[in-house]
C-alpha cells in the first residue's frame, strides 16, 4: 500500500476587502450585521460570504472576532434551513482553528449544536467543519470535558467510518485528545469495537494514520484495551506497517502499541502461536529504523517484567537479538538493548544465554560518554552478575575491573550503585578481588560511603565488606579516611544502610588498628546502642560488638567483666573498672590527662620499654653541641690570642659563632616541637617486666599445669601482700597502699607491678596477666564489690581402675588471698563463697568485722 498526499485546495491570494460577488455590499461590518436579518435568504448569503471570508486566513478571522461575528453564527448553527444551518457550521468551523477566537468561543454554549451536526443524516461537508470545530476545542481541557459529557465521543466513533478522509482525520483527531483523560478512555473501550480504528491504519492518509497510532498507544495502556486489540487481530494490522519498508515512519508508533499489549502474557502465548513474536523479533534486529529499534528493545524490556513473558521471550531467542542491537552504533538502541538485558537476566536461563557475547559487549560501554547508556549498562551488568559466579568470572576477562571501580566516583548515584553491586559480585572470588583492590577501590568508595543517597550508602557498605576480609584492604580503607564515613552510617534510620554498615564494620574489625580507629571514632557506643533497640538492632550488630571487643581486650573485659582463655593481655592493657554498656570507654591517654582523683585507680599492664628517639650525629648537631664549649674559659682565651693577632679575623669568628648560636636554637625549637607532636605511650612497668622473667624462669619449666598454676598464685600472692587471713582482712590496708601510689605517681594510673599490697581484682588481673604470657590457659572474671577470679581448667589424677580413659578437664577457680593456690571447684561452695561477698548484705560485715565494709563496696559510688 503506497502513500498518498491528500492534494490540497487550491486558495485564492488573501483578500484584504469584502467580496462583493456574493451580495450587495462591500463593508465588512454590513455583512456581520446582516446575520441578524429575519431574512433566510438574506442570512444565508451573509454565513456563505463569512466562511469564505474566514477561509481565506487568521487575519480575516480575527478582523470578524473583533466586529461580533461569533455569537450571531453560534445561533445559526441549529438554524431550521438546511443552507443556512451549513454555512454557519463551515464558518464557525473553520474560525474555530484561530486560538484568540477559541478564547471566544469558550464563553458560548454552542458543542451541543455542534454535535447534533454530526448526525448520520448531515451534509458531508457539515461533518467535516464540524469535526474540524470539535478537534480544534479538544485542545482545550475544559472543552475536551464539556465534549465528552455533552456525549459527542459516540457520533465520533461512527465517523471514523466517514468515506471522507477529512472527516476521518477530524474525528480520529479530537477522539485522540478525548482519550487522554480517563473516562473517556473507558467510554470508548465500553462504546466500539477496535475495528474502526485499526482500518484507519489502512488509510493512504500518513495524517490518519499516525492519528490512529497515537490513539492506539493511549489506549494500549489499559488492559481491556490491550486484550481487545489481539482479540480482533490488532498485531496482525500492527506488523503488516512495520513489514511495509515505506511506512518507516509509522514503524517506531507501531512498535510502542507492541510494547504495551506485551505486557500481557496471554497477548505474547496468542501472537507467539501465530507466528507473529518470531517475525516481531527479526523485524527488531534487521530494521534500519532506529527509532523504531529503540522502541523494540523498550517493548522487549517491559513485556520482561512479567515472569511469563520473560518466559516465552526466551525461549524465542530475544537474547540474540539484543545482542546484536548492543553492536550498532547508536546510543539511544544500546541504551535500549541494555535496560532490556537487565530485565531480562532476572530469569536464570538467560543470565547464562548472555554470557557468551552479551558480556563482552557490554563491558566496553561502560566508559561510554552517554550517562544514560552507562546507567542501564552498569544495571545490566548488576544483574548478571548476582548470584552468578560463572558470569562475574566473564565481566573480568573482559577486563571490566576497572572501568566498575572508576564508576564509583560517577556523578549519578544509580551507576555508583550499579557498579558497587557488581563489584560485590565479583569480589565473592579472591582472585578477581585482589585484581580490584589493586585499583584502589577501597580509596575510592571513600566518596560512595559520604553520599546522601541511602541505596549508594547500602551498596558502598557491601562493597567495604567484600573487601575488608583481608589486610591490605582494611588498610587502604583506613589509610583513605573510609571508616570516619562508615560509622556514620551506623546512624542510618535506614534499616538497610544500617544493617550493611554493622555488617562492614563486623569485617573491619578482624585486626587491632582498624578495630582500635573504629572504637577510637565512636563505632562500639553506636552498636550497643542499636543493640539496645528492639527496632534497631540486627543479626550483624551483636556480633559487630563481639568482634570489636575481641581485638581490644581493655575495652572486653571493662564492658563485660569477662576474658577466655583466647583473650589475652598485652602490653597497653588497662583497666578502668566497670563501665555500662552504651557509656564511652577513654582510652588510657584520654584517662592519663585528667587530674588526680579519688575515682578507683586505672590499672595498667604495659612490659613494653618507650622507643626512646635517637639523635643522630649530622654536622649540624655538632655545631649546637660546641655552643656550651664556646662559654668556658679556655676558648674565651683562645679567642681572644687570636683577635691580637688580627682584629679583623676575629670579628670574622664571632660572627660564625653567633650563627652557630642561632642555628642551635633553631635546631632547640625543632626537638622541642618534635618531642610536642610525639605519640603518646604508656609508662613502662619495670617491675611487671622483671615478674614475666621471673615466671618465665621457674614456674614455666614445671611439669604439669596443675603445677604450674599453683606456683603461679604463690608468686602473683607474694608480690601483692601474702595471704590474708579472712577474719583479719580489715587489718589489709590495701587502700592506704593505693592512695599513697597514685600520690606518688601523680596519675590515676597504676602499673600493676607497684601494688605491693593487692586484693582480688588486682591479684586476678596479675594472675591471668602472667598466665598468657607463659602459655596457661586461664579465664577472668569480675565480679561484684571489686571481686574478680580466674577459672583454671585442669584434669584430675584418674583412679586406678580407668587407665586409659579420657577424663575431660574440670573448671577451678583458683584462689589468690586466702589459701592460696587452692583450686575450688566452680560449683562449689568454697568458690562460692571466694566469688561473693556475703557479709556486704548486712550492717556489720561478717568478713571484716566492721561498720563500713572493706571490701569496697562502698567505692564503687565515689
Not at 541494555?338 to 554470557?355: G, L, Q
Not at 557491601?462 to 562508615?486: F, H, K, M, Q, W
Not at 538492632?537 to 563485660?560: G, I, Q
Not at 589424677?797 to 584462689?815: E, M, N, R
Request: proline letters at 4%.
Amino acid at each position: 500500500m503506497g502513500k498518498k498526499q491528500k492534494k490540497e485546495v487550491e486558495q485564492s491570494p488573501k483578500d484584504t476587502h469584502f467580496n462583493s460577488l456574493i451580495i450587495e455590499s462591500k463593508n465588512l461590518q454590513t455583512v456581520v450585521l446582516m446575520l441578524d436579518s429575519p431574512e433566510d435568504e438574506i442570512l444565508l448569503k451573509a454565513c456563505e460570504a463569512i466562511y469564505k471570508f474566514a477561509e481565506k486566513g487568521d487575519e480575516n478571522q480575527l478582523n470578524l472576532l473583533g466586529l461580533g461575528a461569533i455569537p450571531k453564527l453560534a445561533k445559526l448553527i441549529a438554524h431550521e434551513d438546511k443552507q443556512i444551518h451549513k454555512y454557519a457550521t463551515m464558518a464557525f468551523g473553520v474560525m474555530s482553528t484561530h486560538s484568540e477566537v477559541r478564547k471566544s468561543m469558550r464563553q458560548l454554549d454552542f458543542l451541543p449544536s455542534i454535535i447534533t451536526c454530526l448526525a448520520p443524516e448531515e451534509d458531508v461537508v457539515v461533518h467535516e467543519l464540524a469535526t474540524l470545530c470539535l478537534a480544534s476545542m479538544s485542545i482545550d481541557f475544559t472543552s475536551k470535558v464539556e465534549i465528552y459529557e455533552k456525549g459527542g465521543l459516540k457520533p465520533l466513533i461512527s465517523l471514523l467510518s466517514s468515506p471522507d478522509p477529512d472527516v476521518q482525520k477530524n474525528s480520529i483527531e479530537c477522539i485522540s485528545n478525548l482519550i487522554k483523560d480517563v473516562l473517556p478512555r473507558s467510554a470508548f473501550a465500553e462504546m466500539t469495537e477496535i475495528t474502526p480504528l485499526l482500518n484507519l491504519l489502512n488509510s493512504e492518509y500518513p495524517v490518519i494514520q499516525h492519528l490512529a497510532l497515537q490513539t492506539l498507544i493511549t489506549m494500549s495502556n489499559d488492559a481491556d484495551s490491550r486484550t481487545g486489540l489481539f482479540q480482533n487481530e490488532g498485531h496482525e494490522n500492527l506488523l503488516r506497517v512495520l513489514d511495509n519498508p515505506e511506512f518507516s515512519d509509522l514503524h517506531a508508533e507501531a512498535l510502542l502499541v507492541l510494547a504495551n499489549c506485551l505486557e500481557e502474557p496471554d497477548n505474547v502465548m496468542y501472537i507467539r502461536e501465530s507466528g507473529a513474536l518470531e517475525k516481531f523479533l527479526l523485524f527488531v534486529t534487521s530494521s534500519t529504523h532506529s527509532e523504531a529499534q529503540k522502541h523494540a528493545a523498550k517493548a522487549i524490556a517491559k513485556s520482561a517484567l512479567n515472569s511469563e513473558t520473560r518466559h516465552i521471550l526466551h525461549q524465542e531467542g530475544v537474547e540474540k537479538a539484543l545482542v546484536l542491537l548492543l553492536g550498532v552504533n547508536n546510543d539511544e538502541i544500546r541504551e535500549a538493548a541494555s535496560e532490556a538485558i537487565a530485565v531480562m537476566c532476572k530469569d536464570e536461563a538467560s543470565k547464562e544465554t548472555f554470557r557468551a557475547e552479551g558480556i563482552f559487549r557490554l563491558v566496553p560501554l561502560l566508559m561510554s560518554n552517554n550517562v544514560e547508556l552507562r546507567e542501564a549498562v552498569n544495571l545490566a551488568l548488576a544483574n548478571l552478575t548476582t548470584a552468578n559466579s560463572n558470569n562475574a568470572n566473564a565481566v573480568f576477562d573482559a577486563e571490566g575491573v576497572e572501568p566498575l571501580v572508576k564508576s564509583l566516583l560517577d556523578s549519578r548515584d544509580s551507576i555508583v550503585a550499579s557498579a558497587a553491586t557488581t563489584i560485590t559480585n565479583l569480589a565473592l572470588q579472591e582472585p578477581i578481588r585482589n585484581s580490584i583492590q589493586s585499583y584502589g577501590t577501597m580509596t575510592m568508595i571513600v566518596e560512595p560511603l559520604k553520599s546522601s543517597n541511602t541505596l549508594v550508602q547500602s551498596k558502598a557498605a557491601i562493597v567495604v565488606a567484600s573487601l575488608a576480609c583481608d589486610v591490605n584492604g582494611r588498610t587502604e580503607l583506613r589509610n583513605a579516611g573510609g571508616l570516619e564515613p562508615l560509622v556514620e552510617l551506623l546512624h542510618s534510620d535506614n534499616d538497610e544502610v544500617r544493617r550493611n554498615a554493622c555488617w562492614a564494620v563486623l569485617v573491619c574489625g578482624k585486626d587491632e588498628p582498624t578495630t582500635h580507629e573504629l572504637c577510637k571514632l565512636g563505632a562500639l557506643e553506636i552498636l550497643q546502642e542499636i543493640n539496645m533497640s528492639s527496632r534497631r538492632r540486627n543479626n550483624f550488630s551483636e556480633v559487630a560488638v563481639s568482634r570489636l571487643l575481641d581485638h581490644n581486650t581493655s575495652l572486653k573485659y571493662t564492658l563485660t567483666g569477662y576474658l577466655s582463655s583466647n583473650d589475652i593481655i598485652t602490653d597497653g592493657f588497662y583497666d578502668p573498672g566497670r563501665v555500662k554498656l552504651g557509656k564511652k570507654v577513654l582510652t588510657l591517654e584520654e584517662f592519663s590527662n585528667h587530674d588526680l582523683n579519688q575515682h578507683r585507680p586505672i590499672l595498667l599492664i604495659n612490659a613494653k620499654r618507650t622507643n626512646e628517639p635517637q639523635v643522630e650525629a649530622t654536622s649540624t648537631d655538632d655545631k649546637f653541641l660546641d655552643v656550651p664549649a664556646a662559654s668556658s674559659g679556655r676558648n674565651i682565651s683562645s679567642r681572644m690570642g687570636v683577635r691580637d693577632k688580627s682584629s679583623s679575623k676575629g670579628k670574622g669568628r664571632g660572627k660564625k659563632e653567633e650563627e652557630k648560636f642561632k642555628e642551635g636554637e633553631t635546631l632547640q625549637t625543632k626537638a622541642e616541637e618534635k618531642e610536642k607532636n610525639k605519640q603518646w605511650e604508656p609508662p613502662y612497668d619495670v617491675l611487671f617486666d622483671s615478674f614475666i622473667s621471673e615466671v618465665t624462669s621457674s614456674i614455666l619449666p614445671l611439669p604439669n599445669l596443675r603445677d604450674q598454676v599453683v606456683s603461679l598464685a604463690l608468686f602473683v600472692s607474694d608480690k601483692m601482700g601474702g595471704p590474708v587471713d579472712k577474719e583479719m582482712f580489715h587489718e589489709f590496708t590495701w587502700e592506704l597502699h593505693i592512695a599513697e601510689l597514685k600520690h606518688e605517681l601523680r596519675s590515676n594510673i597504676i602499673p600493676i607491678g607497684k601494688i605491693r599490697k593487692g586484693i582480688y581484682y588486682h591479684r586476678a588481673l596479675l594472675f591471668k596477666a602472667l598466665a598468657d604470657r607463659i602459655g596457661i590457659n586461664c579465664s577472668l572474671v569480675r565480679g561484684e564489690y571489686n571481686r574478680a577470679w580466674n577459672e583454671v581448667m585442669l584434669i584430675d589424677h584418674p583412679p586406678l581402675d580407668t587407665v586409659g580413659l579420657l577424663i575431660p578437664p574440670k573448671a577451678y577457680i583458683v584462689d589468690l588471698m586466702h589459701q592460696v593456690g587452692q583450686l575450688m571447684k566452680t560449683d562449689g561452695a568454697e568458690a562460692a563463697h571466694y566469688k561473693v561477698c556475703t557479709g556486704c548484705s548486712h550492717r556489720h560485715c561478717k568478713c571484716c568485722k566492721q561498720m563500713s565494709c572493706q571490701c569496697e563496696h562502698l567505692e564503687q559510688t565515689k
